[in-house]
């Protein structure tokens, strides 16, 4: 008797390439983790040519580069022309698309739908943007209508497809994200003097200093937060606030209205900062300030609550999901709510403590092998046999 063919799982991996992305720690923990969680599957990757030489060493695993880009129209309208996907049992779109031309099974990760609900807090200007909407909003809406199943990175997120085609919300699981091992609380004198040198290196008139990190964006409410330091420390000259901002014009945009305010000698705008150093400042932070609007998951207020950093945080979408107690909820869109929960962490230390308590065994709970977990559960919904 000739032997069973093994299934072939196909996982779109380009997203791990040389820029680091939120989608791309996704792929990489599929990449960690399935290959030994599953000895009975093949695993076919497609990688980036800025992609490590080797994404996994599994004996299970092959891999083919894919010169086209991710998020482009020869993925969204042509991909089987550029692979050769013959063979493969099951299709795993890891980034919000689902490309033309799949004859089997699929699967698509969808982070949020944000381009079809709320595209203008995330498209970019003028005639750039008009693109981009009408290539993500063809791409989500296709996955939605066609994707065998949806796997979400949250509850909330799930509901909000729910708004928007309930057979697609039938078809969704939900694997939340996980937190790497690499956000922890630094602990002792090893610890103490790595928080005090990265305060000192991009902090160093600062005593005390509230952190927000994300890219500037409309969604991440960034004007909020300046307006809700101001409220909270304008006559507290010893506290700073640290705004790390890997992408967006957050400077030029948010730099005035620290001055109509009277703060923005105490505004610090940070960028390009090592995962270390980063660690050491949401370890170092009097709270991460994160109001943001809408968030598929809210990587960063998971990541301070396992450094046991307080999370000021919304009261909707999925912050309240991912904090768990351990945050301060706050409504978004009013920055004086902002300020009072900002002075509530850093007058009270014995508050400030229980939430870092809260916080870590929050996190704790946020593995990125659980995230794999759920995803091959719902593989092996589709797979045969």
């Not at 799949?102 to 807090?121: A, E």
Request: with cysteine.
């Amino acid at each position: 008797m000739p032997t069973a063919k093994r299934p072939t799982v196909c996982i779109d991996c380009r997203y791990i390439r040389e820029r680091p992305s939120g989608i791309a720690t996704i792929v990489q923990a599929l990449v960690d983790h399935l290959p030994a969680m599953a000895p009975d599957l093949d695993f076919f990757f497609l990688k980036h040519p800025n992609a490590p030489a080797r994404l996994s060493a599994a004996p299970n695993v092959r891999e083919q580069v894919v010169s086209q880009e991710a998020n482009g129209p020869a993925t969204l309208l042509a991909l089987p022309r550029f692979v050769d996907l013959r063979g493969v049992d099951l299709f795993h779109g890891t980034f919000n698309i689902l490309p033309a031309g799949l004859t089997m099974p699929t699967v698509v990760t969808l982070c949020d739908v944000m381009w079809l609900k709320y595209p203008h807090w995330a498209r970019s200007a003028g005639p750039r943007g008009r693109v981009e909407t009408a290539f993500y909003q063809h791409g989500i809406r296709r996955a939605l209508a066609k994707a065998s199943r949806l796997v979400a990175i949250s509850e909330a997120t799930r509901s909000e497809i729910g708004t928007l085609d309930r057979g697609a919300w039938e078809r969704t699981r939900v694997a939340l994200e996980g937190v790497s091992a690499d956000y922890r609380p630094l602990e002792g004198e090893e610890g103490r003097r790595a928080i005090e040198a990265a305060r000192a290196k991009h902090l160093p008139d600062a005593k005390r200093y509230v952190l927000t990190v994300g890219q500037f964006a409309p969604y991440k409410n960034h004007v909020t937060v300046v307006r809700a330091f101001a409220a909270a420390f304008g006559d507290q000259p010893d506290v700073q606030l640290a705004l790390v901002q890997r992408l967006g014009p957050g400077q030029k945009v948010l730099e005035p209205l620290a001055r109509s305010l009277g703060v923005d000698r105490r505004v610090k705008f940070l960028s390009g900062i090592p995962l270390p150093e980063l660690v050491a400042l949401y370890n170092g932070a009097i709270a991460l300030c994160h109001p943001s609007l809408y968030e598929g998951f809210g990587n960063c207020p998971a990541e301070a609550i396992a450094c046991g950093c307080p999370v000021v945080t919304s009261n909707r979408s999925s912050m309240p999901e991912v904090s768990g107690v351990a945050a301060e909820l706050v409504n978004p869109e009013d920055p004086d709510d902002v300020a009072a929960a900002l002075r509530r962490v850093a007058r009270d230390p014995a508050h400030a403590a229980s939430m870092r308590a809260r916080g870590l065994a929050r996190a704790a709970e946020l593995t990125w092998k659980a995230h794999a977990e759920k995803n091959l559960r719902t593989y092996r919904e589709l797979l045969p046999g």
